[in-house]
């Protein structure tokens, strides 16, 4: 038969589906892999659902999803951030921050157009921008300087072929916060060299010690600024598929084209419940960010104790530490720790090269779990410490 | 230690009393005297009260009775109703005792092996009080969630193992 599609060809199988697999298998395996959060979503979310479900809210919305629900977005971000966006032309509601990426990338490229970002990164950046037919031009952070964006390498990367930035901030994997200085630099940089700006922003509710800056905020960066953000995480809603998009109107109305004709809208009951989680939702925000803290200050604290150093993370609810104490590379560190101690992490490789000598550890887990995890992580690494 | 940092640690141990010194010191970025001394502080100012263990008891496979018991009292000139009060909480079998508003005065809850032993209580100890004017007894038939805590099948974790 003829060859399939290149540019779906051309992107490697996902890097975790061999730990996967042996992980699901293994009873009493403790899984510090997972990348959502250990709540369910809070019961209040969920009944005004199933009322919405109950009155009959069963049909499609509007391609840019219900008016109300972009309004409510549009006056939570206003508040939070001090952003302007009109819920009339510049934000469109998504299924998930997932289609958000796919969509910016298919409104934004021309073949061959170059996509800076961080790495290490999320594992969906590279093959978004591959499968839009651009070229994804990954730039390493650096673990010493607590994985900020590097500005310098960041320039070097550019080419006349970049098109666009993409920001994840809160990160996944590093827990990373960047500092307003660097975003600052980052979009004078975006001016200077007429470059548009994704901005990933769907930690933006899990942040410790630090401060969020909506990078749309800054000065001059609206205008070229797409701003996705979700409920997956800070609500803990990984599973209703919804999330949003903010940009300018030229910029959502070509979103919006490629969203209406493969997605139409996002599920309508999952915005019933965005809307319930934005109106009442703040307290169990605030609560589950409160749990997340009190496990990071444990889990940083504990893994330096044990030789595998980490930078506290500042947001999500990730650690990502070096094994570099253990001599292992990040897939033999990985596979030895499941089969002989049954607990399961990312290796850091599948977030980019740069995460080589790293592994993920998430903390959304429950408190007894991780103890037990670092008491079994602490065994393992006392018989490889060289 | 911080106002808000004590609140902090009052939470922790409330959720799970045997969190230790150490890990509440990691929680909350503080060193582990300071939290000893505040716990040392909080006990003695009567704001930790005890640490208790929640129980089943169903699960053990014993069964204890429980009823509401709502109590009307004609108060008396200056105690009000504290004095008829401490004269129903004294006795063991006795749960807990609220003064509420609405048609009655006191709502004691009480415990016992079984029923009989329940209603002879009320019939015997409770009814006959000086200023005790009636009771009604409502039977506890089955307890879904009590102090926060949901008596059910505790839910499965339905992540998967691995997720990016
Ligand atoms: C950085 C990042 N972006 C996007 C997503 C996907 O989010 P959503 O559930 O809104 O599609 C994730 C989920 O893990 C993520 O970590």
């Keep these: 038969m003829k060859p399939l599609s290149q540019a779906v060809t051309s992107v490697p199988p996902s890097g975790i589906r061999r730990f996967f697999d042996v992980a699901a298998q293994l009873e009493d395996c403790i899984s510090l892999g997972v990348g959502e959060p250990d709540f369910v979503t809070p019961w209040h979310i969920r009944e005004a659902a199933i009322w919405a479900i109950e009155k009959g809210f069963t049909t499609y919305t509007s391609n840019y999803g219900l008016f109300t629900l972009r309004q409510r977005i549009a006056a ?17 509601i998504t299924v998930g921050v997932s289609e958000g990426l796919d969509i910016s990338m298919r409104a934004l490229l021309n ?7 961080f790495e290490p990164s999320y594992v969906s950046y590279a093959p978004c921008v591959l499968f839009a037919g651009g070229k994804p031009v990954p730039v390493p952070t650096d673990y010493r300087l607590g994985f900020q964006p590097d500005v310098q390498r960041l320039r070097e990367a550019i080419t ?29 940089i975006a001016i200077e060299h007429d470059l548009y700006v994704i901005t990933d922003e769907i930690y933006d509710r899990l942040v410790y010690d630090a401060e969020h800056t909506c990078i749309a905020s800054l000065p001059g960066a609206a205008e070229r600024t797409i701003l996705l953000g979700g409920f997956s995480k800070s609500y803990a809603m990984t599973g209703w598929r919804i999330g949003y998009a903010c940009a300018p109107a030229q910029i959502i109305e070509m979103m919006m084209k490629v969203h209406q004709y493969t997605m139409l809208c996002a599920p309508i009951a999952a915005q019933k419940a965005a809307e319930e989680a934005l109106e009442h939702g703040e307290p169990e925000v605030e609560r589950m960010r409160r749990e997340y803290d009190r496990r990071r200050r444990l889990i940083v604290e504990r893994l330096n104790e044990i030789g595998l150093e980490c930078v506290p993370p500042q947001g999500a609810f990730y650690v990502f530490p070096s094994i570099r104490c253990t001599g292992l590379r990040s897939e033999e560190f990985t596979e030895q720790l499941l089969w002989e101690e049954r607990v399961a992490v990312v290796p850091g490789n599948v977030f980019g090269s740069s995460g080589e ?10 408190l007894p779990k991780i103890e037990e995890a670092l008491h079994r992580i602490e065994r393992f690494v006392s018989k490889r410490r060289r | 230690m911080e106002p808000e940092k004590q609140k902090a640690l009052l939470e922790i141990l409330e959720q799970d009393a045997r969190t230790t010194p150490e890990q509440v010191a990691s929680m909350l970025g503080v060193d582990i005297e300071q939290v000893q001394r505040t716990i040392q502080q909080m006990e003695s100012a009567g704001v930790i009260r005890r640490y208790k263990t929640v129980i089943d008891w169903d699960r053990f496979g014993e069964e204890r009775v ?7 009292v004609s108060p008396a000139r200056e105690v009000g109703f504290d004095d008829v009060a401490e004269r129903i909480y004294r006795f063991p079998q006795v749960h807990a005792v609220y003064l509420v508003s609405g048609d009655h005065d006191l709502r004691v809850i009480v415990s ?9 209580f009320v019939a015997e100890r409770l009814a006959p009080l000086d200023r005790v004017q009636a009771t009604y007894t409502q039977f506890v038939l089955k307890r879904y969630k009590e102090d926060g805590e949901v008596y059910a099948e505790t839910e499965p974790d339905r992540r998967l193992v691995m997720a990016p």
């Design chain 1, 76 to 92: 939570h971000l206003k508040a939070r951030y001090g952003v302007d966006y009109s819920p009339e032309s510049e934000m469109l």
């Design chain 2, 66 to 72: 429980f009823a509401f018991i709502d109590v009307k």
């Design chain 2, 112 to 120: 016992g092996r079984t029923m009989k032993e329940v209603a002879a």
């Design chain 1, 160 to 188: 006349a072929r970049t098109k666009a930035i993409l920001l994840c901030y809160p990160n996944n994997p590093t827990g990373a916060v960047a500092t307003r200085a660097v975003l600052e630099e980052i979009v004078r």
């Design chain 1, 357 to 366: 000598g790293h592994v993920r550890l998430s903390y959304a887990t429950s």
């Design chain 1, 111 to 117: 073949p061959g157009d170059e996509v800076i970002f």
